[in-house]
């Protein structure tokens, strides 16, 4: 099914091709029904739009009124058919459901919004789920790729080269500009009020809608930002909760924060990297817990306070929770997750993270693909030294020839392989 170029009618700017269409391109040619599954405001709409026939627009009341009455009205609608932010009738998912058992026909619906809840059916072989993503920087057109993702996913250890023109300020400068589609002409103040309220539409709309009751909304958002400020860490939910109520005599209860975690990851706020946990035994006593990501660092800047200069020096304004590394260091290694999750999902593999229980040997991403493993660290900077590989070169002699390829993302100049085979690669030069 094609791509029609047309504009991003919400915007008012042309819609630019994303990693996320050729999997759309390979998928609805032969699926009856698709969920866009991602926060709001990362294009999912403008996505389905370029493939759609009729729109149902379930966020306006005079199309939501006619669904509500008779969800089974969109049968007659011609293929394909986008029912945008369905979650408003939910009566439309077993609608959908029902209607794809009774004819298979590929490309008849295409929905955006949030996954079923508990009280729907899942649509599991029936409406396919594929996830929308904040931009990395290949689609926003930072950086010219010249490594490709799936061939370090196919195990022959391909060359790597090429050189790159960005700089540490640069990748600050992106981490803070944000991947989503709709703020990438913002920069400044403009920016910075987006990115706040975005967040403020969160706590004050988005968690109310989806039926949290919210007694204490600025405890929700101390949440978020002592959250925020764990990025790429395991911090325990304890400590997390502990660095939001400090000062306070009275903390919110565990089954409390429980549920601001639940809601913030089913609106996709949240979007941790589970533990990898092999189904052989190939190494020892890992640990179970995730590594926690916002869906894009640019949100955790704003939610921590950060400005580029705090971030650029280190030292006043960063966060002070316990961490290796810096603040920035973990917010470069989300700006790599959000890179790394995008092509994998491309490439139909999965993305974990990998950390012992003793803490001794841990390795930013696993990617988990047909045939084998892709290890890869973030590290912030551009030089890659043995200390920087000790993790990776220990995972190498547990796994052998299952270790498709070694990696170490970094801010450098330049793409090589080093000799003990690990490939070092700028952000800026890697693509799906």
């Known amino acids: ?9 919400d915007e008012g700017r042309p819609y630019l091709r994303r990693i996320v269409d050729d999997e759309l ?6 699926l009856a029904a698709v969920l866009l599954d991602g926060p709001k405001g990362v294009g999912k709409t403008s996505t389905a739009l370029q493939r759609s026939q009729p729109v149902r627009r379930l966020d306006r009341s005079g199309e939501r009124s006619v669904l509500e009455a008779d969800p089974r009205v969109i049968a007659r609608d011609q293929p394909p058919v986008l029912l945008d932010e369905w979650q408003r009738v939910p009566e439309l998912w ?17 929905l955006t919004g949030s996954p079923p809840g508990p009280d729907l059916h899942s649509g599991a072989a029936r ?64 920016l910075v009020a987006q990115l706040d309220g975005y967040l403020d539409r969160i706590v004050d709309h988005e968690l109310r809608e989806a039926g949290f009751v919210l007694r204490r909304p600025a405890a929700v958002r101390a949440w978020m930002a002592a959250y925020a400020a764990a990025t ?78 705090h971030l650029l020096r280190g ?9 290796d590394g810096t603040y920035l260091g973990a917010l470069f290694e989300s700006l790599v997750a959000l890179t790394v999750r995008t092509y994998a999902q491309a490439a139909a593999a999965r993305t974990f993270h990998l950390r012992d229980r003793s803490g001794r040997h841990e390795v930013d991403f696993i990617v988990e693909h047909d045939g084998g493993v892709l290890a890869l660290e973030a590290k912030l900077g551009a030089t890659v030294e043995s200390r920087d ?44």
């Not at 391109?25 to 032969?30: G, K, N, T, Y």
């Open 389 to 432: 590989v000790r993790h990776l070169i220990w995972l190498a002699e547990a796994l052998g020839d299952r270790l498709t390829d070694m990696v170490v993302v970094t801010t450098g100049p330049e793409a090589y392989r080093r000799n003990d085979g690990v490939a070092v690669i700028p952000l800026g030069l890697l693509g799906a």
């Open 25 to 30: 391109d390979e998928l609805l040619p032969q």
């Open 1 to 9: 099914m094609g791509l029609r170029m047309m504009p991003d009618t």
């Open 94 to 110: 077993d609608t959908v459901r029902d209607l794809v058992d009774h004819d298979h026909a590929a490309g008849r619906f295409l």
């Open 127 to 190: 409406i396919a789920t594929v996830r929308v993503r904040p931009l990395v920087l290949s689609e926003r057109g930072v950086g010219t790729p010249t490594v490709s993702f799936r061939e370090l996913l196919g195990g022959q250890r391909p060359s790597v080269g090429g050189r790159s023109a960005l700089v540490l300020g640069d990748y600050v400068d992106e981490i803070m500009a944000s991947g989503f589609p709709g703020m990438r002409h913002l920069t400044g103040r403009p």
């Open 232 to 309: 790429a860490t395991t911090a325990s939910w304890e400590t997390i909760r502990d660095a939001a109520s400090a000062g306070h005599d009275v903390k919110p209860s565990r089954i409390t924060t429980n549920r601001y975690s639940d809601f913030l990851r089913s609106l996709r706020i949240l979007d941790p990297i589970d533990a990898w946990i092999p189904t052989s035994n190939y190494l020892g006593r890992l640990g179970s817990t995730p590594k926690h990501h916002l869906v894009d660092p640019a949100l955790a800047v704003r939610l921590v306070g950060c400005t580029r200069g």
């Open 315 to 323: 030292g006043d304004g960063s966060p002070t929770h316990a961490r």
